[in-house]
């Protein structure tokens, strides 16, 4: 196994490494084009962007995407840059740890929706992957074992009785010309099993077993797949799957439908030199980083409204340059912008800069000229090494606006929870959002203190 951290430490790969390569290439120029996925700056570069490869050294070294890689039975994972720590040597535990960290992040996101966030993890998993499978196959077997998901789709069958739609082609070609003029060739809507949701549900279910090496994972899936003997074997792909709606009857499959989209949307399975199957889930983590603390806001706030990605205005007259600020803020008082950075900031009293980008405040300068705001926010993860939560303010005078004020304050916010890599805490059957409850609680007291702050 080998554990890459964004852009910080490098592996050796004793494995085919040129085949790699090539397999991460192909996985670049067939990933569905998910809203993560679907980004201007990527489109038409056909070189992937997962992974650096250091041909001299034979070394290993990630980019910006966090997830999991298998290969030749070899297991690859790629892990945020925010719990990198040069003096640790992380166990099976620590992975495990960083792995649960992802998951919350993910219970918050809306482009990603992870679903069945109140639940707990039976046995202890240190694969990312695993831990998303056993999510969806425990959940999905415990539902089908109490209902079955059925619906109306048009069928066309020979039966004694006219119903639905006579295909009188069909009856006089197949069934009067034949001496079987009993039997009539209809076409109406059944209430069927084989249903295109759980040919989905079926597919999914396939592929993950296919590549699943845990035996807890394989026999909720096997289970899965025997209940679903009778349904037709079918691809399906992402879109299929969020297209699909449910009704009140049938809400509970919601979750599965969710579970189904983010793994057709995130996950790459291809027949490699014909005869061995690949694996890849991966998601970039500066996106996902946004997406959190968006739906974190817009889930646990109150008082605020929040805008995500609004686009009104532009940096030019002509309309070409847009600005497009991950969060439009507003309360009782005045409004103000918020920026998400994904990156990694250090208190430094040394630095007059306390490790700001000079880009971003140029970025933020640009968003308060033509959104006409005063005060704007640079939001920043905690690390694994740092556990103050570090905060900075810059003021900018605007001569052209006779000396308006432009506050750019930064602010670092907790989203690592450090007991767990401390204590040999046992959490292996406690919920997710029960795991988290108190970094929650810290979050939201912290964001909401930065907001009233800047709305006074």
Known sequence: ???????????TFKGDFSGLENFLDEIWNKRERSSYYDLEDVEKIEVQRFIQFLHKTQELKSNKYVGVIHFEGQKINLLPKIFFDSER??????????????????SYCRKLKFPNYKSSLGSLKNDFFEILIYLFAKYTRELLSKTIFQQYEEVEREIHNIKG???????????????????????YDSFELDNKFNRIIKYVSQLLFTVSSNVENKKYLREILFILDDVTDERASAHECSSISFNPMFSDFETVRDYCTLFLNNSISIDYKNDLKLFAFLLPMEYLFEDFIFGFINKELIGFKVKSQYKSEYLDE????????????????RDFIADTKYKIIYSDRNDAKNGISQNDLYQMIAYAIRFNVQDVLLLYPNTIKNRDFGSSKFTIKDKLALEKQINISSYQLPIIKHELFDNEVDYKNIELSVLFDSLCSDLKERIANIFNANAS
């Not at 196994?1 to 592996?11: A, D, I, P, R």
């Not at 009188?168 to 034949?178: F, G, H, M």
């Not at 002509?318 to 008082?333: Q, T, Y």
Request: proline residues 3%; contains cysteine; glycine residues 2%.
């Open 1 to 11: 196994m080998v554990n890459l951290f964004e852009y910080q430490n490098k592996e």
């Open 89 to 106: 040597n992380y166990n099976k535990k620590e992975i495990s740890a960083i792995n649960q960290h992802i998951l919350w992040y993910l």
């Open 165 to 187: 739609r006579l295909n009188t082609p069909a009856y006089i070609n197949e069934n009067l010309s034949k001496g079987r003029w009993h039997k009539v060739n209809c076409t």
């Open 318 to 333: 002509e309309k070409i340059f847009g600005l497009r600020p991950d969060l439009c803020v507003s309360s009782k008082s």
